[in-house]
Nanobody, 115 residues
């Protein structure tokens, strides 16, 4: 499975961005897709995940601001980020987990929120 993420950029605090991630390869084996982020000097952390039934879970700090969704083809995942804060700055990574519990990562896309 190969993951290609896009949609990062520079935005002012309070603004919005929409990240996209498309999977290629053995996409029929994908169960869960999600987003993680890594801020400078910090560990990678969960942002949100969504399974093949479109049941979503979010990190507490993202609830109410971020929305994860999957495309009709199920091999795409989106992250709508609203009310962005400077502390949301980081590299956002797309993730896919297959039914066999193999983890795959995209290349990351930079999100920078200026104050």
């Amino acid at each position: 499975v190969q993951l290609q993420a896009s949609g990062g950029g520079l935005v002012q605090a309070g603004g919005s961005l929409r990240l996209s991630c498309a999977a290629a390869g053995s996409v029929s084996n994908i169960n869960v897709m999600g987003w993680y982020r890594q801020a400078p000097g910090k560990q990678r952390e969960l942002v949100a995940v969504i399974d093949s039934d479109r049941s979503a879970n979010y990190a507490n700090s993202m609830k109410g601001r971020f929305t994860i969704s999957r495309g009709n083809a199920t091999n795409t995942v989106y992250l709508q980020m609203n009310s962005l804060k400077p502390e949301d700055t980081g590299v956002y990574y797309c993730n896919a987990v297959t039914r066999s519990r193999y983890f795959y990562w995209g290349q990351g896309t930079q999100v920078t929120v200026s104050s």
